[in-house]
């Protein structure tokens, strides 16, 4: 089965799903589909319920209620529990721990689950070196995982995985274990291998940055619930919640609490727009990217004065954080910039907000 | 190089006593502990009355009898045991630690407690319901209600290896049991999503992974029932049923040394070369280092419609081996006549006078001096040990991790794994060839308490590297290297840091030493002598002598102690380190 000669039923759909542990609500009504080939990121904190929807999907767990099909195929549903086992979905699972069999090579971890499937010897042992070329790793083939790198093990366990050509690959955070410059490295070897297998991806992870820089599809997870689906351009753009605009994007975006005084919102003493972009509100939270918050007093622009707490050089520019009572504001200072902790420094918004929020967290559409 | 830094100006003296001095100590007093007692018994074999003894042991007419036989026998029990053992502890384990079963809890802690009852408590208990009228004496429960038993339930092999299985498989079950839990259940998880079914799961996947265990455990299990002197010498004996260890007794206790230290020999080369060969199939696999997943869980799988049925089964297993023995030394030690377990009972055997016409004249057991003194003294040596033996192991832990690769590291932590391989009695043998006589200006420990508390701390070497080496363990070398940092001393270091982190562990092993040597008699049995009695030792007298209630009684009270121990220890556990509350 090949995912993309599929026809128009979506590659996963997930329906309305619920997962209970006893009174715990971990996941709360999830809908999310998407096309064959796609990479959906599941991001947020831990314990937003991400790695519960992903071991839901894999058939680990069952659902209390709602569904989940594959190809238009109902594979768990809160009624059936898991209708399809989890080695019958065609779906391969790269755990977060690696999970290999200590007692075999890295050569008999990939070719274990092919024998399960009864492949043939030959097919099978092609197969085995292939995956193990795809992943640059023919030279261990006969070592056992407690004799290889971390780095090394993350590379088997995707081997594994991708081995039986399934045509949806789950992943629990696989980058989690590694160090930063590993972690850059795999992030492209796994795109590389998404677009060479065909399948379709899902990923989990709470680090952001790997969710924008992978992903074709992003949902925010926030405490069981789907806070926002979309393209993470889409998301980035135009979130939804406080919590989807602050969780991404990077450097993080600030968002100043506002007060309605005549016809214009005040932040901390200072006017900062006008009353009409969210009529009927009193109070109101203003998103400003840290691009349109200017270090130094700008003409005719609203500045704060707070105290400076830490700089860092990005492309040419410098990311300022200062801090306005328990408020942290981020804003971008051309060239290189300096000054001493507790520094006054001035900050203006340079731009109107790029949205606003009510203060329960949902966005006021202008 | 290294040598001359050793000399370099600041603070050299320091790294030249804690760097040279310790290990060197350590190494003086294993090789008196270990080493010299093995050395002399070997020694003593090589004088001509040794050789002759070899001769007489193993090509003579006698030497069927002194050594086929119960070399036969020996390694019937050895491998009955260990193949009983592994069916019942893995049984058990599985079912705790990979299904659903109900009450995992409760049937964790069952299958860990008849290692705590001490085998010959098992052994009279046995005797107590089985016994037939064939020797003479008066029958046992069975036979008394009119049920006869037959000669090979009442005596010889097969109860004996029966006692010793219900002793023994609770340490299978320990060692599989972790080494089950240590299956990840990602491991299994990832054989679900590979479509493989659970018997191909349980299979491919689990059996490999613990496959070393299940060797350890059939080794340890095999040299335990080999090495075992209560079980053989209670329900063997009688009916001349001997094996290595009570040939080896029986020699010494007639005054045939030579001959004794020759099986004394035998049995070590026995017993070493089955744990060696284990060790060879083990090693020669790969260590399985698992990653343990999220939080370490394990899978585990739905019994359905079996849940209540294994259960019962789990639960009959656990009561049979702890609750009965205990019932029926407790009803026994009450009953005027053992076969009427349940009728008449008194209070003689505890506190009654003598000169009556129960159990001929003899007073009850705590009339009588000698208990009072073996009870203080068991309790001394189980004390003084635990507290030498932990010490001791702790010391050499310290230095084993600290010089981990170097020569000396391996030197000690070999030679410290050398008692793990002689049976007790074997090794009781060996310190009365090396303490029998005096040494030099040294007067003769035999029968001395002294020799007691350095043969038991010897044989517990092996386990007190072993639990410093895993306390050590919990305390990582930031902790310790970030104290160091601030300028303490090592001294300093030890009391205000390692101490108090590892102290919980340290009470454990000791008392899991303590528990050991009250309960022991194989070690014993050849060194106590009647200025230095021990519970099990009293006990194990009466009943050779017949005298089952008061035997029966004793046990009870080796139990108590026991028992006792394990909770204080409990107790305090909870006390010393409050930042894990449990």
Same mark, same amino acid.
């Given at each position: 089965?090949?995912?993309?000669?599929?026809?128009?039923?979506?590659?996963?759909?997930?329906?309305?799903?619920?997962?209970?542990?006893?009174?715990?609500?971990?996941?709360?009504?999830?809908?999310?589909?998407?096309?064959?080939?796609?990479?959906?990121?599941?991001?947020?904190?831990?314990?937003?319920?991400?790695?519960?929807?992903?071991?839901?999907?894999?058939?680990?767990?069952?659902?209390?209620?709602?569904?989940?099909?594959?190809?238009?195929?109902?594979?768990?549903?809160?009624?059936?529990?898991?209708?399809?086992?989890?080695?019958?979905?065609?779906?391969?699972?790269?755990?977060?721990?690696?999970?290999?069999?200590?007692?075999?090579?890295?050569?008999?971890?990939?070719?274990?689950?092919?024998?399960?499937?009864?492949?043939?010897?030959?097919?099978?042992?092609?197969?085995?070196?292939?995956?193990?070329?795809?992943?640059?790793?023919?030279?261990?083939?006969?070592?056992?995982?407690?004799?290889?790198?971390?780095?090394?093990?993350?590379?088997?366990?995707?081997?594994?995985?991708?081995?039986?050509?399934?045509?949806?690959?789950?992943?629990?955070?696989?980058?989690?274990?590694?160090?930063?410059?590993?972690?850059?490295?795999?992030?492209?070897?796994?795109?590389?291998?998404?677009?060479?297998?065909?399948?379709?991806?899902?990923?989990?992870?709470?680090?952001?940055?790997?969710?924008?820089?992978?992903?074709?599809?992003?949902?925010?997870?926030?405490?069981?619930?789907?806070?926002?689906?979309?393209?993470?351009?889409?998301?980035?753009?135009?979130?939804?919640?406080?919590?989807?605009?602050?969780?991404?994007?990077?450097?993080?975006?600030?968002?100043?609490?506002?007060?309605?005084?005549?016809?214009?919102?005040?932040?901390?003493?200072?006017?900062?727009?006008?009353?009409?972009?969210?009529?009927?509100?009193?109070?109101?939270?203003?998103?400003?990217?840290?691009?349109?918050?200017?270090?130094?007093?700008?003409?005719?622009?609203?500045?704060?004065?707070?105290?400076?707490?830490?700089?860092?050089?990005?492309?040419?520019?410098?990311?300022?954080?200062?801090?306005?009572?328990?408020?942290?504001?981020?804003?971008?200072?051309?060239?290189?910039?300096?000054?001493?902790?507790?520094?006054?420094?001035?900050?203006?918004?340079?731009?109107?907000?790029?949205?606003?929020?009510?203060?329960?967290?949902?966005?006021?559409?202008? | 190089?290294?040598?001359?830094?050793?000399?370099?100006?600041?603070?050299?003296?320091?790294?030249?006593?804690?760097?040279?001095?310790?290990?060197?100590?350590?190494?003086?007093?294993?090789?008196?502990?270990?080493?010299?007692?093995?050395?002399?018994?070997?020694?003593?074999?090589?004088?001509?009355?040794?050789?002759?003894?070899?001769?007489?042991?193993?090509?003579?007419?006698?030497?069927?009898?002194?050594?086929?036989?119960?070399?036969?026998?020996?390694?019937?029990?050895?491998?009955?045991?260990?193949?009983?053992?592994?069916?019942?502890?893995?049984?058990?384990?599985?079912?705790?630690?990979?299904?659903?079963?109900?009450?995992?809890?409760?049937?964790?802690?069952?299958?860990?407690?008849?290692?705590?009852?001490?085998?010959?408590?098992?052994?009279?208990?046995?005797?107590?319901?089985?016994?037939?009228?064939?020797?003479?004496?008066?029958?046992?429960?069975?036979?008394?209600?009119?049920?006869?038993?037959?000669?090979?339930?009442?005596?010889?092999?097969?109860?004996?290896?029966?006692?010793?299985?219900?002793?023994?498989?609770?340490?299978?079950?320990?060692?599989?049991?972790?080494?089950?839990?240590?299956?990840?259940?990602?491991?299994?998880?990832?054989?679900?999503?590979?479509?493989?079914?659970?018997?191909?799961?349980?299979?491919?996947?689990?059996?490999?992974?613990?496959?070393?265990?299940?060797?350890?455990?059939?080794?340890?299990?095999?040299?335990?029932?080999?090495?075992?002197?209560?079980?053989?010498?209670?329900?063997?004996?009688?009916?001349?049923?001997?094996?290595?260890?009570?040939?080896?007794?029986?020699?010494?206790?007639?005054?045939?040394?030579?001959?004794?230290?020759?099986?004394?020999?035998?049995?070590?080369?026995?017993?070493?070369?089955?744990?060696?060969?284990?060790?060879?199939?083990?090693?020669?696999?790969?260590?399985?280092?698992?990653?343990?997943?999220?939080?370490?869980?394990?899978?585990?799988?739905?019994?359905?419609?079996?849940?209540?049925?294994?259960?019962?089964?789990?639960?009959?297993?656990?009561?049979?081996?702890?609750?009965?023995?205990?019932?029926?030394?407790?009803?026994?030690?009450?009953?005027?006549?053992?076969?009427?377990?349940?009728?008449?009972?008194?209070?003689?055997?505890?506190?009654?006078? &003598? &000169?009556?016409?129960?159990?001929?004249?003899?007073?009850?057991?705590?009339?009588?001096?000698?208990?009072?003194?073996?009870?203080?003294?068991?309790?001394?040596?189980?004390?003084?040990?635990?507290?030498?033996?932990?010490?001791?192991?702790?010391?050499?832990?310290?230095?084993?991790?600290?010089?981990? &690769?170097?020569?000396?590291?391996?030197?000690?932590?070999?030679?410290?794994?050398?008692?793990?391989?002689?049976?007790?009695?074997?090794?009781?043998?060996?310190?009365?060839?090396?303490?029998?006589?005096?040494?030099?200006?040294?007067?003769?420990?035999?029968?001395?308490?002294?020799?007691?508390?350095?043969?038991?701390?010897?044989?517990?070497?092996?386990?007190?590297?072993?639990?410093?080496?895993?306390?050590?363990?919990?305390?990582?070398?930031?902790?310790?290297?970030?104290?160091?940092?601030?300028?303490?001393?090592?001294?300093?270091?030890?009391?205000?840091?390692?101490?108090?982190?590892?102290?919980?562990?340290?009470?454990?092993?000791?008392?899991?030493?303590?528990?050991?040597?009250?309960?022991?008699?194989?070690?014993?049995?050849?060194?106590?002598?009647?200025?230095?009695?021990?519970?099990?030792?009293?006990?194990?007298?009466?009943?050779?002598?017949?005298?089952?209630?008061?035997?029966?009684?004793?046990?009870?009270?080796?139990?108590?102690?026991?028992?006792?121990?394990?909770?204080?220890?409990?107790?305090?556990?909870?006390?010393?380190?409050?930042?894990?509350?449990?």
């Amino acid at each position: 089965m090949n995912a993309l000669a599929t026809g128009a039923a979506d590659a996963i759909e997930i329906r309305n799903l619920v997962k209970r542990f006893g009174a715990f609500t971990a996941v709360k009504d999830v809908n999310i589909s998407v096309p064959a080939g796609s990479f959906l990121v599941l991001v947020g904190p831990s314990g937003c319920g991400k790695s519960t929807l992903l071991r839901m999907l894999a058939g680990l767990e069952g659902p209390s209620e709602g569904e989940i099909a594959f190809v238009g195929q109902t594979v768990s549903s809160g009624a059936g529990g898991v209708i399809a086992d989890a080695g019958r979905r065609n779906a391969g699972l790269v755990f977060q721990s690696y999970a290999l069999w200590p007692h075999m090579t890295v050569a008999g971890n990939i070719a274990w689950p092919l024998k399960v499937a009864r492949w043939p010897r030959e097919k099978r042992d092609r197969r085995v070196k292939e995956v193990l070329a795809l992943l640059g790793i023919g030279a261990l083939a006969e070592r056992y995982p407690a004799e290889i790198s971390g780095g090394q093990q993350q590379r088997v366990a995707i081997a594994r995985t991708i081995a039986p050509e399934p045509s949806i690959l789950l992943f629990d955070e696989p980058l989690s274990n590694l160090d930063a410059k590993l972690r850059i490295e795999m992030r492209s070897e796994l795109m590389r291998i998404h677009r060479a297998s065909g399948a379709t991806s899902v990923y989990v992870t709470h680090d952001q940055v790997e969710a924008m820089t992978m992903a074709t599809h992003v949902a925010v997870l926030n405490n069981g619930r789907v806070e926002q689906f979309g393209k993470p351009i889409e998301l980035l753009r135009n979130p939804a919640t406080t919590f989807v605009a602050t969780f991404l994007g990077t450097p993080p975006a600030n968002l100043l609490p506002a007060r309605r005084v005549g016809d214009m919102f005040v932040f901390n003493d200072t006017p900062l727009v006008s009353g009409a972009v969210a009529p009927g509100h009193a109070e109101v939270q203003l998103l400003y990217r840290a691009d349109d918050v200017a270090v130094g007093a700008v003409p005719d622009k609203p500045s704060v004065t707070a105290r400076f707490a830490e700089a860092a050089p990005i492309a040419g520019r410098t990311m300022v954080t200062a801090m306005l009572g328990d408020l942290r504001i981020t804003g971008m200072a051309e060239g290189y910039f300096s000054a001493m902790p507790g520094d006054a420094v001035a900050l203006s918004f340079i731009k109107s907000p790029d949205a606003v929020f009510a203060v329960s967290g949902e966005r006021i559409n202008q | 190089m290294t040598f001359l830094s050793t000399f370099a100006p600041s603070g050299g003296r320091r790294l030249f006593r804690s760097g040279f001095i310790m290990p060197a100590v350590l190494i003086a007093i294993v090789a008196i502990l270990v080493v010299a007692p093995l050395v002399r018994i070997l020694l003593s074999t090589l004088t001509p009355e040794g050789i002759a003894a070899w001769q007489a042991v193993l090509a003579s007419p006698l030497s069927f009898n002194l050594w086929w036989r119960p070399l036969f026998n020996t390694m019937i029990l050895g491998f009955g045991v260990a193949s009983g053992c592994l069916v019942i502890g893995g049984f058990l384990a599985w079912l705790v630690v990979l299904t659903d079963v109900p009450g995992r809890r409760l049937l964790g802690l069952m299958a860990t407690l008849p290692y705590m009852i001490p085998s010959f408590a098992a052994a009279l208990a046995w005797g107590t319901l089985f016994r037939n009228s064939r020797l003479g004496g008066s029958a046992g429960f069975f036979e008394t209600n009119g049920l006869a038993i037959p000669d090979w339930l009442a005596w010889g092999l097969v109860p004996t290896a029966i006692v010793l299985i219900a002793h023994y498989y609770s340490l299978a079950y320990t060692i599989i049991a972790a080494a089950l839990s240590s299956v990840g259940a990602d491991l299994v998880e990832a054989g679900q999503m590979a479509g493989a079914k659970r018997p191909r799961i349980f299979f491919g996947i689990i059996l490999p992974v613990v496959t070393p265990a299940l060797i350890a455990a059939a080794s340890l299990t095999f040299a335990g029932a080999v090495a075992n002197f209560a079980a053989p010498a209670l329900l063997g004996l009688p009916v001349r049923m001997q094996t290595l260890s009570t040939r080896l007794f029986g020699m010494i206790e007639t005054g045939q040394n030579e001959r004794g230290f020759v099986l004394a020999l035998l049995l070590i080369a026995v017993s070493a070369l089955f744990l060696w060969m284990s060790d060879r199939i083990v090693s020669g696999r790969k260590a399985f280092i698992t990653v343990t997943g999220k939080g370490g869980r394990t899978k585990r799988f739905p019994l359905g419609a079996w849940r209540w049925p294994l259960f019962a089964i789990a639960v009959i297993i656990g009561l049979l081996t702890t609750v009965m023995p205990v019932l029926v030394l407790a009803a026994s030690s009450l009953a005027p006549q053992s076969g009427a377990l349940f009728s008449n009972w008194t209070l003689h055997f505890w506190i009654g006078e &003598g &000169g009556g016409e129960i159990a001929q004249g003899q007073a009850g057991i705590f009339r009588n001096p000698v208990l009072i003194d073996a009870l203080w003294n068991t309790i001394r040596l189980g004390l003084v040990v635990a507290l030498t033996t932990m010490l001791l192991g702790l010391a050499l832990a310290y230095t084993i991790v600290q010089r981990r &690769g170097s020569l000396l590291a391996t030197i000690l932590s070999q030679l410290a794994f050398v008692p793990l391989l002689v049976p007790s009695i074997a090794f009781a043998a060996a310190y009365i060839a090396l303490f029998g006589a005096p040494i030099g200006p040294l007067p003769s420990l035999y029968g001395t308490f002294a020799l007691l508390v350095i043969a038991a701390s010897a044989h517990n070497l092996p386990f007190a590297v072993q639990s410093g080496r895993s306390v050590l363990g919990q305390i990582s070398a930031d902790i310790e290297e970030s104290a160091r940092l601030t300028g303490a001393g090592l001294i300093r270091r030890l009391f205000a840091i390692i101490f108090p982190l590892a102290i919980r562990g340290l009470f454990a092993g000791a008392i899991l030493v303590f528990v050991k040597m009250v309960r022991d008699l194989s070690l014993v049995v050849l060194l106590f002598t009647a200025t230095s009695p021990v519970l099990s030792m009293v006990a194990y007298r009466y009943a050779a002598e017949g005298f089952m209630q008061f035997a029966n009684a004793i046990t009870l009270v080796i139990l108590v102690v026991c028992l006792a121990a394990s909770l204080v220890a409990h107790g305090l556990q909870n006390r010393v380190q409050k930042w894990k509350e449990t």
